[in-house]
């Protein structure tokens, strides 16, 4: 079975440039999550989505972050303009939440890094 | 509200030897509890969970953790570390009244040839 899929592995970019990151959820789960790494602030959950509503922003940075979950199969987290302190490794995780709420599936990760 | 704490940032140990990392949280509910691993350059996959069934639990590669109520523990062991062991391990804990997630802030594990 394929599990979490994210797109791209890594991406390099300019500030001020925009940033799309991309994510398959395993087919059949219904929760959708996003998070962020660094070293210093370690894993921040941004954004998670339950069947396609999202259910708590609160952890978006700020306006220059949304995301989106249009279908079932599929997520964007979006970065417009990207600032240097935006680079971080992204994660997408995904759960089926009918069952236990802490059991999430990861994907490899996007490393971001703005210039 | 739930919190986790992991007592230790940094853990190192020789190949061979016994594992502890250690997790202690607060939850106003029964928690369920987990341990993740992240092996450098991946994401983060299960280890171990618990969810008020046995409090002994017994996960991949060998690792166990137990669920000690009284002492609000989930400590990770394993009795012989092996180099493939090292890696960055955290603490999960949710509680079924709601949807919150809350992940510790990891212990990296060193393993000593």
């Known amino acids: 079975d394929a599990g979490v899929i994210q797109s791209p592995r890594h991406e390099v970019t300019e500030m001020g440039q925009e940033v799309t990151l991309r994510c398959k959820p395993i087919?059949?789960?219904?929760?959708l999550f996003w998070y962020r790494q660094t070293m210093m602030r370690g894993l921040e959950l941004l954004i998670y989505?339950?069947?396609?509503?999202?259910?708590?922003d609160s952890g978006m940075p700020e306006d220059r972050f949304s995301a989106k979950m249009p279908n079932a199969s599929f997520s964007t987290l979006k970065i417009q303009p990207s600032e240097p302190r935006d680079s971080a490794v992204y994660f997408c995780?995904?759960?089926?939440?009918?069952?236990?709420?802490?059991?999430?599936?990861f994907g490899e990760g996007s490393r971001l890094t703005v210039l | 509200a739930q919190s986790v704490t992991q007592l230790d940032s940094h853990v190192s140990v020789s190949e061979g030897t016994p594992v502890l990392l250690r997790c202690n949280y607060s939850?106003?509910?029964?928690?369920?509890l987990f341990w993740y691993v992240q092996h450098p350059n991946k994401g983060l996959q299960l280890l171990l969970k618990?969810?008020?069934?046995?409090?002994l639990v017994k996960g991949i590669n060998g690792f166990e953790a137990e669920f000690k109520k009284s002492e609000t523990s989930f400590h990770l062991t394993k009795p012989s570390a092996h180099m493939s062991d090292a890696a960055e391990y955290f603490c999960?804990?949710?509680?079924?009244?709601?949807?919150?997630?809350?992940f510790g802030k990891g212990t990296r594990l060193h393993i000593l040839p």
């Open positions: 618990y969810t008020s069934a046995a409090t």
């Open positions: 939850s106003s509910y029964s928690p369920s």
């Open positions: 087919s059949g789960h219904n929760s």
């Open positions: 995780a995904s759960t089926w939440a009918g069952t236990i709420t802490g059991e999430l599936f």
């Open positions: 989505f339950n069947n396609n509503v999202p259910i708590d």
């Open positions: 999960v804990v949710t509680a079924n009244r709601d949807d919150k997630i809350i």
